[in-house]
T-cell receptor, first 116, second 114 residues
Framework: KAGVTQTPRYLIKTRGQQVTLSCSPI?????VSWYQQTPGQGLQFLFE???????NKGNFPGRFSGRQFSNSRSEMNVSTLELGDSALYLC???????????????FGPGTRLTVL | QKEVEQDPGPLSVPEGAIVSLNCTYS??????FMWYRQYSRKGPELLMY????GNKEDGRFTAQVDKSSKYISLFIRDSQPSDSATYLC??????????????FGQGTILTVHP
C-alpha cells in the first residue's frame, strides 16, 4: 500500500497570507489527524477528522482549520499567517477502531512551511 | 508540567551497544503507547505499538510498559549507525474526546557512532 502523502512538501509564505496543505491517507484509512512540529514545542495535535467530521481539536487559534472529503483526503488551512506558524505540518492516517482497525497512526513526510 | 516527559538527550553510543529510551507520563487515562523514529527532515515512522503492561519485542526493538509506574521504555539491541535519529514516545487515551490525539514526548536524539 502507498503511504500517507502530503503536498506541497515545502512552502514559503509571507505574514498575513493564507495557506492550504493537502493530505492523502493510506487507502482504507478513514481517520486523519494533523500535527504541528516545532523545535520548541515538539509535536502538537491540531485536529482529527473521521468520515468528513471533525471529532477532536487541539488548542490552536481559529486561524487553523481543516476539512475532510468523502474519499478521506484532508486539507488544512491557516489564515492570516504569523511568523510563529513556521513549522513542519504533519498529517497521520489511522484505520480507527470504528472502522474495525486500531488507532495506530501512520505519518506522512510533512509540509515544511516558512513564514517570512 | 508536561503530560509526557522524555529526556531529550542527546544520547551518543558506540555501535553494538544496547540503548534504553524512556518516557514518564502523568495521566493514567493514557492506554495505548507508541514509539516513533524520526530521521532529519522526515515524518515520524512507527516502530512499536503496545496497549498493555509488559514487554513486546520486534527484532532488535523491545517496548516495555509499566502502567502502575506510568513509565514506558524502548530498548534497542545491537545498535547500528542507521539507528541514529530522534525517538519519540507517544500515547493516546481510549475513545471519547481523545479521538486521534497523540500526546508526544519531546523526543530523544540518538547518535550511534561506528
Amino acid at each position: 500500500k502507498a503511504g500517507v502523502t502530503q503536498t506541497p512538501r515545502y512552502l514559503i509564505k509571507t505574514r498575513g497570507q493564507q495557506v492550504t496543505l493537502s493530505c492523502s491517507p493510506i487507502s482504507g484509512h478513514r481517520s486523519v489527524s494533523w500535527y504541528q512540529q516545532t523545535p520548541g514545542q515538539g509535536l502538537q495535535f491540531l485536529f482529527e477528522y473521521f468520515s468528513e467530521t471533525q471529532r477532536n481539536k487541539g488548542n490552536f487559534p481559529g486561524r487553523f482549520s481543516g476539512r475532510q472529503f468523502s474519499n478521506s483526503r484532508s486539507e488544512m488551512n491557516v489564515s492570516t499567517l504569523e511568523l510563529g506558524d513556521s513549522a513542519l505540518y504533519l498529517c497521520a492516517s489511522s484505520p480507527s477502531f470504528e472502522a474495525g482497525g486500531t488507532d495506530t497512526q501512520y505519518f506522512g513526510p510533512g509540509t515544511r512551511l516558512t513564514v517570512l | 508540567q508536561k503530560e509526557v516527559e522524555q529526556d531529550p538527550g542527546p544520547l551518543s553510543v558506540p555501535e553494538g551497544a544496547i540503548v534504553s529510551l524512556n518516557c514518564t507520563y502523568s495521566n493514567s487515562a493514557f492506554q495505548y503507547f507508541m514509539w516513533y523514529r524520526q530521521y532529519s527532515r522526515k515524518g515520524p515512522e512507527l516502530l512499536m505499538y503496545t496497549y498493555s503492561s509488559g514487554n513486546k519485542e520486534d527484532g532488535r526493538f523491545t517496548a516495555q510498559v509499566d502502567k502502575s509506574s506510568k513509565y514506558i521504555s524502548l530498548f534497542i539491541r545491537d545498535s547500528q549507525p542507521s539507528d541514529s535519529a530522534t525517538y519519540l514516545c507517544a500515547m493516546i487515551m481510549a475513545g471519547g474526546t481523545s479521538y486521534g490525539k497523540l500526546t508526544f514526548g519531546q523526543g530523544t536524539i540518538l547518535t550511534v557512532h561506528p
